[in-house]
């Protein structure tokens, strides 16, 4: 399908979603979520799809939600329209493995939308930062949570009290970020990481992406055992009995997804 705000090409077993308002550094206006929510059913439904990139350009991931769309809205407007409630289950119903690229500025509902992938590779001129509250208002889209669920309650208030931006080196020392690459190696180390997902079995990708993010839910105790359940559930398919077969015959497993 064609877009016009992102860019979506599918190589081998991998979607690599670009976002793509270079004039506006990628701000997420209605168009592009509607767009992102589409390219996301399209990576979801596309069986041949076994791991999905978003990324943005060299110079913004994304700098926040349109402002200009914003402007002029009120909280009869926003509260009743439920603004930015659909775009989140987009994201909640892929069990695919979301990657998110990120290069120069991921700001307010840019860091949340990287925040909602399910690892951050950076380059090394990324730049996060929950600035909302230099607008009168503060983060959305899941900020508040996430970002203090990723590197702290101190560092999560400073960062939305104070709008400061957090730098490459900072989000990976924080765990906010998995790496940090030179910018021009970003696309390619982010696609390497995802075909290295799309050779695993599906099955056991899409329960490792369910049990970790159980983590952020509930209980330790509970978190515990539900992992441990689905780890006890994956000896119910050839995919293991094939890969430990093969670690024990010392040759690479042909994984089938069954
Ligand atoms: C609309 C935006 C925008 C945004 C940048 N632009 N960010 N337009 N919404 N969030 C536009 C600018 O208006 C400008 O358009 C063009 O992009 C280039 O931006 P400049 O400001 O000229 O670039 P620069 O000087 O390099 O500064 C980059 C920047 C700055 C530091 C990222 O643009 C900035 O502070 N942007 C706003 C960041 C922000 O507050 N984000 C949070 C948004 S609120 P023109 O037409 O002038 O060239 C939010 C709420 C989330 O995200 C709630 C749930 C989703």
Redesign the pocket.
């Known amino acids: 399908m064609a877009f016009k705000t992102i860019i979506v090409e599918i190589e081998e077993h991998i979607a690599l979603i670009k976002l793509n308002r270079p ?3 990628n ?2 206006n209605s168009e592009l979520l509607s767009e992102l929510g589409e390219a996301l059913k399209d990576a979801r439904t596309n069986d041949k799809v076994r791991c999905i990139v978003l990324t943005g350009s060299e110079k ?1 991931f994304a ?6 769309e ?1 402007q002029d809205l009120s909280f009869v407007d926003v509260f009743g329209d439920d603004l ?1 409630s659909d775009f989140p289950k987009e994201f909640e119903r892929v069990r695919k493995p979301i990657i998110a690229a990120v290069s120069g ?1 991921a ?4 860091c ?1 939308l990287a925040m909602m992938c399910d690892f951050i590779i950076c380059s090394d001129t990324a730049k996060f930062g929950q ?2 509250i ?2 009168g ?1 503060m ?3 899941g ?1 508040s949570q996430r970002l203090t669920r990723f590197v702290g309650k101190s560092k999560s208030m400073d960062m939305h009290l104070t709008g400061r931006f957090m730098d490459a080196e900072e989000a990976e020392r924080s765990g906010l970020v998995s790496r940090v690459v030179p910018a021009k190696k970003l696309v390619s180390e982010a696609m390497a990481a995802a075909a290295k997902i799309a050779e695993k079995s599906q099955l056991a990708s899409m329960a490792v992406k369910e049990s970790v993010n159980r983590s952020y839910e509930g209980s330790l105790s509970d978190g515990l055992l539900f992992e441990r359940r689905l780890f006890h559930s994956l000896f119910a398919t050839e995919d293991q009995s094939e890969g430990m077969s093969a670690f024990a015959e010392k040759r690479e497993p042909q994984f089938r997804d069954k």
């Open positions: 004039d506006a550094l701000a997420l913004a700098a926040g939600a349109d402002i200009t914003m930015f500025y700001l307010g509902g840019g949340e600035p909302e230099n607008l208002v983060a959305g889209l900020g």
